[in-house]
Nanobody, 124 residues
């Protein structure tokens, strides 16, 4: 089970840190990802961290602003977001993939467990 929290309302240019706490599975043994779904939009990939190498992957629009990380001792994955823009407004979901093929790590279908989502609203 995954539980995402840490969302809220922040002004453009501000920062937030999302957390995804896992129970029943060990985050270090799964590819962990963050996705988001904005109003009227499809769910899109944001970031992922590979279970084996710890390598990270980002969608182009968040590179240099967002950082995904995991704390194996707390069994938690984080998404540090900085320089937030209005277009970042969305519900953010964390997800776990049982060792996805690297070429599919950005696809929601590669993930078999999802958190409930946390709302991030960026205001002007």
């Amino acid at each position: 089970q995954l539980q995402a929290f840490g969302g809220g309302t922040v002004q453009a240019g501000g920062s937030l840190r999302l957390s995804c706490a896992a129970s029943g599975r060990t985050v270090s043994r799964y590819d962990m990802g963050w996705f988001r779904q904005g109003p009227g939009k499809e769910r899109e990939f944001v970031a992922a961290v590979r279970w084996s190498s710890g390598n990270t992957y980002y969608t182009d629009s968040v590179k240099g602003r967002f950082t995904i990380s995991r704390d194996n001792t707390k069994n938690t994955v984080y998404l540090q977001m900085a320089g937030l823009e209005l277009e970042d407004t969305a519900v953010y979901y964390c997800a776990a993939a049982p060792r996805a093929i690297l070429s599919t790590i950005r696809l929601p279908s590669s993930y078999d467990s999802w958190g409930q989502g946390t709302q991030v609203t960026v205001s002007s």
